[in-house]
């Protein structure tokens, strides 16, 4: 990856923004710095995700983000919608709703 | 509370007066867009909405607080003071269109237009029990709107009920000139007293949930909702939603390096206060002094994240791959349904203290920003829950299909207790 000017990606970005990091104090700095680096790994996370995706695309098992088998999803059937509801005292006539948990 | 940034000279009628986040340019009051970068700027022209609103009778009631250029999710980001939730004392009201959510609320409007990119209007709405609307992308002019993320910036109606949102809806839908992107159809019919007994029955798609990703009173604010749509004959339908997670790091990288290119223009020098000089030397080093000294520190994250992911071009091709990929996916889950209903928001609006934590704030737009991705309208509904703390669910439609989404909510509304 090519971080803007080719030395340390943050100072590099913050030249970027057109910002001062010498007119903040410490503290300013450090919370910048501290969100910066949240976001970064975040997107690095994205970048390798989606690299995976194209690299296994040609296999033919590329992930489909509604495949209940992908590895991409985070869920649980939605029977959990009755009883978690059912848990906050109501809605368990949606138990008897075909096409919820039959679907 | 700083819900109110400028009144206009004279009061408007009852029921004609309208709010505008401080983003939408008038050019009878100044446009701040929350920040000092722009305090004191007066703009030349109104923003197109603002246009139809007047020539439909309507009158601007005055600019609402937002949050600094439309970036954050909190309510406590605006340079002239934050927003207090009065609704949930002590707790977030949202943003960043928080000002017109709080005022909505007191009662003291109800109707304002707000603008919405990952979430600014629909936020702020759930934690206030008001409705807020995110129109179907160029079906509603962001001529005149100060941009933050052009590519997901849209303008949208808020108000107490959604009657309110509809009829506002009406007002500034259609296609601009002056919007290149805005190419839509004016609003059509809205039947907002339609049953949905009657007819075709209306398939609902209820979006999975993970088990950590709401809490119980989210869930059951979607049983009330989708109770109220079976009763009616609709079909309900399950759908497995794509990971919420990867949606918020591909909207954060977009949306940081397009507010990273739309904020570069704020040099100190054509918008805001004059600069008294000081002691930089030179215009480059005042420039940054400026920007430094007048950009609030959740903006200084979005510049720096967002240079830093528009140079590396990798963390931005990536995002737009992932976008495709969230376009597809509600491509195929609206072959089987018509309407998606998930949660709002995590959770219930986090107390002051609970939002002290970065990773709280960071989930907040956790539904709502794969719609933001996709362009899609959609619309956050309150729902009165057990422990009756403010709840709301988040319905979505096919582009283009604005009306039918305000019909079902309009549908909703009636329907729950």
């Known amino acids: 990856m090519t971080d803007v000017g080719g030395d340390d990606p943050f100072l590099s970005a913050v030249r ?47 992930d489909s983000p509604d495949s209940p088998a992908s590895p991409m999803v985070a869920c649980e059937h939605p029977v959990t919608v009755e009883r978690m509801a059912a848990r906050a005292g109501g809605a368990g006539e949606l138990l008897a709703v075909p096409g919820i948990l039959d679907a | 509370m700083t819900a109110v940034l400028a009144r206009a000279p004279s009061a408007p009628e009852p029921g004609r007066g309208v709010w505008l986040k401080d983003n939408i340019v008038t050019c009878d009051l100044p446009t701040t867009a929350g920040s000092r970068m722009l305090e004191g700027h007066l703009p030349s022209f109104d923003a197109t909405v603002v246009t139809r609103l007047r020539q439909a009778g309507f009158a601007v009631a005055g600019k609402a607080a937002m949050d600094e250029f439309a970036i ?94 509809a009829a506002l809806f009406r007002v500034i839908a259609g296609p601009d000139l002056d919007d290149a992107t805005c190419d839509g159809p004016a609003c059509g019919d809205v039947d907002l007293a339609r049953d949905f007994a009657q007819g075709a029955p209306l398939r609902v798609g209820l979006l999975s949930v993970g088990p950590t990703e709401s809490d119980v009173d989210g869930m059951a604010a979607i049983a009330a909702t989708v109770r109220v749509l079976v009763r009616a004959g609709a079909a309900a339908v399950s759908v497995t939603a794509p990971d919420r997670r990867r949606q918020l790091a591909a909207y954060r990288v977009l949306a940081d390096a397009e507010a990273w290119s739309n904020l570069a223009r704020y040099d100190g020098f054509r918008h805001g206060p004059p600069y008294d000089g000081g002691t930089a030397a030179g215009w480059r080093a005042a420039r940054t002094r400026i920007r430094t000294d007048r950009f609030g520190a959740e903006v ?118």
């Open chain 1, 16 to 62: 970027a923004a057109g910002l001062d990091l010498e007119a903040m104090d410490q503290a300013a700095r450090d919370a910048l710095l501290a969100s910066f680096e949240l976001r970064r790994a975040e997107a690095l996370a994205l970048v390798a995700y989606e690299d995976g995706q194209s690299a296994v695309a040609s296999t033919g098992h590329a």
């Open chain 2, 72 to 165: 954050g999710s909190t309510g406590r980001e605006c340079a002239f003071g934050p927003v207090d939730n009065p609704v949930a004392p002590g707790c977030l009201v949202g943003g960043s269109s928080s000002g017109c959510a709080a005022l909505i609320a007191t009662g003291e409007a109800s109707a304002a237009l707000g603008s919405d990119a990952g979430g600014s209007i629909r936020l702020p709405a759930a934690f206030t029990r008001t409705v807020g609307m995110r129109p179907t992308r160029g079906r509603v002019s962001r001529n005149g709107l100060v941009a933050m993320a052009s590519s997901m910036d849209t303008i949208g109606p808020m108000g107490s009920d959604v009657g309110t949102v």
């Open chain 2, 300 to 417: 200084r994250v979005r510049l720096v994240h967002g240079a830093w992911a528009l140079e590396s071009g990798e963390a931005l091709a990536a995002a737009e791959r992932h976008r495709r990929r969230i376009r597809a996916f509600y491509d195929r889950a609206f072959q089987r349904c018509d309407v998606l209903v998930e949660p709002a928001c995590p959770s219930a609006p986090p107390s002051l203290a609970a939002a002290e934590s970065p990773k709280v704030i960071a989930d907040l737009d956790r539904f709502l920003v794969g719609t933001s991705l996709a362009g899609l309208p959609s619309l956050v509904l309150p729902v009165r829950t057990v422990r009756g703390g403010p709840r709301a669910v988040h319905l979505t439609a096919p582009a283009g299909a604005d009306e039918r989404l305000l019909a079902v909510a309009a549908f909703i509304e009636r329907g729950l207790p």
